[in-house]
């Protein structure tokens, strides 16, 4: 009790206002942190809907790539099956390109004529060549064509992507990676910032009950204090009021003795008395003047003693009535600091399931972004098939360029043959050419 002894020197009691404001500003604090910390999901929420948007928008550019993919395989497939033919002035030009066409994978064959008709009988050599052998010759000629197909298509389960937008992709992924990394980065910050308010707001509440309890324990020293005081006070007065009623007696006997010898002694004259009776008298007189000055001196120490332990108990109780407002402040500063924890607690909570959903999100994310980098893996390597496809074809066209050419030139030279003899010489010839690339013909007549 020695800190309300030397308050009660000072002149009363003052709230302890330091904590109270120090409570308030960890309170503030940790509003604010709440508010930053929503701050922070809410962008990190907006950016997975936009996460989801793109993908979405990726989702349906595959789509619609798979479509497009699916009706360029049926235009192709179509093109192969028209029996038709192309005129020679389209043979003509698509030689003079560069021979820039491609096989289709799986379907790289070379035609070299439609159906094989059977060769009649050489006439006569003087007769030269008849109109049949010249059409034959201009069937051959006609027929020497190559139909190529210049469509690529993708194995099922695949699709084609520029090259530009995969790039951008990657861009794309990388720099959602990055946010992400640093939406990461900030929740955790955010989350120690809001464990070193919590366990900063949990030490305030410690503090705050234990002064509660301090509190508490002087309310009840005091409390024994002026029961104490107020029972010695009441023994007190009641002393002062036996020992006043006991001088009232005393007085009030000596006062009736006094009165009784001045009735029964007669009054003599100044000079008549004896000096015993006045020297008696007198000494009477001032016993009883000392007795009454006396009474009088305790009076009044004994009024001056209740004066003060009345200002004593004033005092006392005014020390009591401060601690008693203190304490209630403390009680009600208190349930609001309980109050203001729970609500930080479940504002917690919402943010780790927040949390969670954006960590499930992430993991999503970065499910999606393996599959894709998967994807891309397949694309690089189904690229270099169809590079190595397309320069097969390629050689092969250029092969074939070279043997129609050489074909075109044999015939040439057998139109030109004077005897039927010279003729079979330069197919013979030619034959020998072409074992390297088209099957053996049959033997004809």
């Not at 990388?174 to 989350?191: C, D, I, P, S």
């Not at 004259?269 to 007795?291: I, K, N, T, V």
Request: charged content about 30%; aromatic content about 2%.
């Amino acid at each position: 009790v020695a800190a309300p002894r030397k308050e009660q020197r000072g002149g009363g009691i003052r709230p302890s206002a330091p904590p109270l404001d120090s409570l308030e500003q960890q309170m503030e604090k940790a509003q604010e942190d709440a508010s930053r910390l929503r701050g922070i999901v809410l962008p990190m929420e907006e950016e997975i809907a936009q996460l989801k948007a793109k993908l979405g928008r990726a989702e349906a550019l595959i789509r619609d790539l798979r479509r497009g993919q699916s009706s360029l395989g049926g235009s192709s497939e179509s093109l192969l099956s028209e029996p038709g033919r192309p005129e020679p002035e389209e043979e003509e030009e698509e030689e003079g390109e560069g021979g820039v066409l491609a096989f289709a994978r799986g379907g790289d064959s070379l035609s070299i004529g439609g159906s094989p008709r059977p060769r009649r009988p050489s006439p006569d050599p003087s007769q030269g060549p008849g109109p049949g052998e010249q059409d034959d010759t201009a069937s051959l000629v006609s027929t020497a064509t190559l139909v190529p197909e210049s469509i690529y298509l993708p194995p099922p389960g695949f699709q084609l992507v520029p090259a530009a937008e995969w790039g951008q992709l990657q861009l794309e992924v990388r720099r959602q990676q990055e946010q992400l990394e640093a939406a990461m980065q900030e929740k955790l910050g955010l989350e120690e910032a809001l464990r070193r308010s919590s366990e900063d707001c949990s030490k305030q509440v410690q503090v705050l009950l234990h002064q509660v309890q301090r509190s508490e324990q002087l309310l009840q020293n005091l409390q024994v204090t002026v029961s104490q005081t107020q029972h010695r006070t009441q023994e007190q007065l009641a002393e002062l009021a036996l020992a006043h009623k006991r001088l009232s007696h005393e007085v009030q006997r000596l006062s009736e003795e006094n009165e009784g010898l001045r009735d029964t002694r007669p009054h003599l004259a100044p000079g008549d008395g004896h000096p015993e009776l006045s020297s008696s008298q007198e000494l009477l007189r001032r016993a009883e003047e000392h007795q009454v000055e006396r009474l009088r001196i305790e009076i009044v120490v004994l009024r001056e003693q209740l004066e003060q332990e009345v200002a004593a108990r004033g005092q006392l109780q005014a020390q009591l009535d401060s601690r008693c407002d203190d304490s209630q402040l403390m009680e009600a500063s208190l349930c609001s600091v309980r109050s203001e924890m729970e609500r930080l607690q479940q504002a917690l909570g919402q943010a780790q399931e927040r949390v969670q959903g954006l960590e499930t999100e992430a993991e999503k994310m970065r499910g999606g972004l393996a599959q894709r980098q998967q994807q891309g893996q397949t694309w690089e390597q189904e690229k270099t098939v169809l590079v190595a496809a397309l320069d097969t074809s390629e050689q092969v066209q250029r092969d074939f360029v070279r043997l129609s050419q050489a074909l075109q030139v044999r015939l040439e030279q057998i139109r030109q043959a004077p005897s039927l003899a010279e003729a079979r010489r330069v197919a013979d010839g030619a034959h020998l050419d072409v074992a390297a690339v088209a099957p053996p013909a049959r033997d004809q007549p």
